[in-house]
């Protein structure tokens, strides 16, 4: 068994909160490529799994344990940058704990334009599987790859456990820089409020979609009669540059 240190830095710094997080492997998707998991919130007691390199190991720990035991240690799970390691949906359904997967990784998008996981998102929720999602820039710094996506938490602190908490009850949306203001669904109705944008679309289950595309556009309210198989649904909003953000899926509406 090989296993590497988990090194937790303490950093104190006034008003910005540190959340000490990894990029985990381990073997092996159904095309043979690595997994790869993201955990936020990691504790040193965490014993990693036995994947010391990028070499497949046909020993290591299935993905399930792996996920099952990140989620019991309380640390935030994601699954990571699905198009680029191209992860397919049956890869997803073995997974049982996990709270969100990328629906944009920066860093893939401009290094192989791979940095999208909305096909495999629908899927999974097509499937009736509930999972939130996260934009990253999963920088590397080898070329310009920082500040090109993130969440925006809603937090009554920012302290780490605060933080923690709101991003596993899904309080937050995923951006590459728009903002949405407020989000209301009531009585079959959507009401969208936002920063300045060109688009509004509104996703559903299978193909189904509506929209609203007006100039600088910072409200819209939206008729849900439009989408009849009522199993979930989350928003997009695009600015006059094409960035994007998004909400986490909403159910039971």
Request: hydrophobic share 35%.
């Amino acid at each position: 068994m090989f296993n590497y240190p988990i090194t937790l830095p303490q950093l104190k710094i006034k008003n910005f909160t540190v959340i000490p997080g990894a990029e985990l492997h381990t073997s092996k998707m159904g095309n043979g490529e690595l997994w790869h998991i993201l955990a936020l919130g990691l504790n040193n007691k965490f014993t990693p799994p036995n994947q010391p390199n990028f070499l497949i190991n046909n020993k290591s720990e299935n993905i399930d344990s792996l996920s099952s035991r990140l989620f019991e240690s309380g640390a935030f799970v994601s699954l990571t940058h699905p198009e680029w390691n191209g992860m397919a949906l049956p890869d997803t359904l073995k997974v049982q704990e996990v709270h969100a997967i990328e629906i944009y990784n920066h860093s893939c998008s401009i290094e192989c334009d791979r940095g999208s996981g909305v096909a495999v998102l629908d899927q999974i929720l097509n499937q009736g599987k509930e999972i939130n999602i996260i934009a990253t820039d999963d920088s590397h710094f080898h070329i310009n790859d920082a500040f090109g996506g993130w969440v925006m938490v809603k937090s009554d602190s920012n302290s780490k456990e605060a933080i923690l908490e709101a991003l596993k009850n899904g309080h937050y949306y995923s951006s590459q820089g728009p903002d949405f203001k407020n989000i209301k669904v009531q009585n079959g109705r959507l009401e969208v409020s936002c920063s300045p944008i060109e688009k509004i679309i509104v996703s559903g289950y299978g193909s189904a979609s509506i929209y609203r595309d007006k100039s600088a556009m910072e409200t819209a309210v939206f008729n849900l009669s439009l989408l009849p198989q009522k199993k979930w649904l989350r928003v997009t909003i695009i600015d006059k540059d094409g960035n994007r953000a998004w909400t986490n899926p909403i159910y039971d509406y």
